[in-house]
């Protein structure tokens, strides 16, 4: 019971009122970042980054830690309300929720991502709790080849499994690879790749990679082909307190479980990260319904699963990140630089060398989960105001505390030439599909693995095959083989889905449109009880390919 | 807020991407894929210039930029191989991006130039100045409607973060020749 010991002495350190207001700042952040479209909780920790300098590590930690939740949670309030599709992570509950919203119920659809967030994260959470220090004290014995092993897992499926294409996802972690390769190798102390520019000859900094690659790449890249026009916002009626009907309650709480089930495991294990996790959840939510004839029409169980495995996957990335220092999505490859800037390691040992440190964090994530809650059901309104915000404004704004950013890390110019450089890089990225990820996730990670690998070929010396022979490492290979075959497979049956359902979505796009011209928010004769709609739902053709054409295409 | 939701039926972007679209050009996705090929080669072939130290051989600085080449080379290839078979990539999707527009590039050419701007200027015209422009000029590319008040919206952000910065933080970002005087000013309110 040492464990729930130190976490009492972690809430003791977090519930002080400067980690409290830090916390706080952090989930605020967080949440807004989550909401507005074009930046998201990577980036901003990558901003914040230089925040190192001045604050403890407890409360840098706790703020980015804030972030990093609050962005998953942020995330689903624009899926659910803005009438433009988003990213493929939240595609389901955009899906789903999106259509509730238009129907007038997005308060409800608004409540259950909140709601099922925070059981998901709490739960999740207490995963963490109890396996973190199991896993930390057994994995104390591996040994350099092991850990050559996991990293090579990690970069292999984030970088595979990511993006639309194996070969693209590779192509962008090498690239990630090369930029930590630049700078003063350490052992010898010579440069490497720096073509004699002063500039480079520490390395490139993650915050100006992270920092172009999110917030000048996504930038440049709505720029060059904006949604021009009106901000097409779904109203919300109804105040918080009557959001969720009895019946909503009953078709939610099942989901959450569920989802949490789901996504925490895969939050554990690098396989993709959070979009398996939402994709599966849908699925599994859409067999089990009772309420088949939903789907694809506004199901509050497609919206409740997904989110919960969303932020369960959220905190189940924690798990290797934490105990291995291992980090499988972008933001927590930021997190870790943020370890780093304090000379702490992230692996077995932080659990005994900073134990104060990482219970604090960890208390701090319950704490955040519960002012989330709060700062998403009643004051959604505040969100709903900010996802208004002009588009020229808000990445003219982006842009400039991008170079702020970037001008504050060393307080040079040229920092801002190479923020420029690799913004340009980002765009080209995108419009190319090649994805992000990998590419922060290979820069981080890379120079770790420079250094575990040359201290396992020294113990070996120079003998390769002692990479694969160890039982862990080979574990982990075969493991690996599984992870990809059973990524693709799924990859493969989500594009699927996904295809189909944005064709139903097309296909009924004009109904609602009607509808939603012809009456007010509130008055629309869908606008009624969940188990009304089921009844009263129209007679539709099934959604096929010709069908959308026709119908969605006007 | 009580205006209705959704406005006219757009054609869901989500839903139908490539075939949609207007035809993409091969082309520039076979110059990045080259360009990361290049790269690729580069890295391996650069491994050479780097000195190994002359005690203890076995594992020297050599060993993982070679790794990283040959990633960058066999992947880079086999995405020229897709692009031949015409598997194109798929454009990233956001809330903001209607994936069937045409590519601006003036707008893209505007933002650049007035970042390249703001990195000539922030030490000759301080931090505020150099920061309004940027924000005005970029807000003005992207169409907002009246440029002076996204210059004067840009100007308050460039001194309140510059306040907040100096003032708070400690940290001193360039003030240019007019605003020298604030300086000190900042430096008495921290004390």
Known sequence: MDNILSLMEGFATALQPQYLIFGFIGVLVGTAVGVLPGIGPAMTVALLLPLTYTLDPTAALITFAGIYYGGMYGGSTTSILLNTPGESASIVTALEGNKMAKLGRGAAALATAALGSFVAGTIATLGLTMLAPIIAAWAVNLAPADYVALMVVAFITVGALLGSSVWRGLTSL??????????????????????????????????????????????????????????????????????????????????????????????????????????????????????????????????????????????????????????????????????????????????????????????????????????????????????????????????????????????????????????????????????????????ILGPMAEAQLRRAL?????????????????????????????????????????????????ADTSLSAAVNQAWDAGERPTDVKTSDIRVQAPAEEPPTEKGSRRRGGR | MGAAGTGPARPSAGGEPAEASAPRSKLGEYIFAGLALALGIFVFVGAFAIRLPTSGTQVGPRVFPFMVGTILVISAAMVIVDIARGKLGDLEQGEDVDTQAKTDWITLAKIVAFVAAFIALLEIIGWPFAAALLFGGVAWSLGAKRWWVALLIGLALGFVVYIVFGGLLGLSLPPGPLLTWLDPLLQSLRG
């Open chain 1, 458 to 506: 020294q113990l070996s010396q120079g003998d390769l095959s002692a990479l694969f022979l160890s039982p862990f490492a080979a574990v982990c290979y075969i493991a690996l083989i599984l992870i990809i075959a059973l990524g693709l497979w799924l990859r493969r049956r989500q594009s699927r889905l996904e295809r189909t359902l944005a064709a139903a979505a097309a």
């Open chain 1, 174 to 443: 090498g690239i990630g690879l090369f930029l930590g390769l630049v700078g003063t190798e350490i052992l010898s102390g010579q440069q490497r790749y720096t073509f004699g520019l002063l500039p480079l000859a520490d390395g490139i900094d993650v915050v100006l990679v992270a920092v172009g690659l999110f917030a000048v790449g996504e930038t440049l890249y709505v720029a060059s082909r904006m949604r021009h026009g009106r901000i097409a916002l779904v109203p919300v009626t109804r105040g918080w307190r009557s959001w969720m009907t009895k019946d909503d309650w009953r078709r939610s709480w099942k989901p959450w479980l569920r989802g949490t089930a789901i996504g925490f495991p895969i939050g554990t294990i690098p396989a993709g990260g959070a979009d398996v996790a939402t994709f599966l959840s849908y699925a599994s939510e859409k067999k089990l319904s009772k309420h088949k004839d939903q789907f694809g029409r506004g199901a509050i169980e497609g919206v409740a699963g997904p989110e919960s495995a969303n932020n369960a996957a959220a905190a189940g990335v924690l798990v290797p990140l934490l105990t291995l220092g291992l980090p499988t999505t972008a933001t927590a490859a930021i997190i870790l630089s943020a370890f780093q800037s304090y000379g702490i390691q992230p692996g077995p040992q932080l659990f005994t060398n900073q134990p104060a440190l990482v219970w604090a964090l960890i208390a701090s994530l319950y704490i955040g989960n519960v002012m989330l809650l709060i700062l998403n059901l009643p004051l959604v309104g505040i969100w709903v105001k900010l996802l208004q915000i002009p588009r020229p404004y808000l990445y003219a704004g982006i842009l400039t505390f991008a170079v702020l950013g970037a001008y504050a890390v060393n307080f040079a110019v040229a920092d801002i030439v190479i923020l420029l450089f690799v913004g340009v890089l980002g765009y080209f990225l995108r419009r190319f599909g090649y994805p992000i990820a990998p590419l922060v996730i290979g820069l």
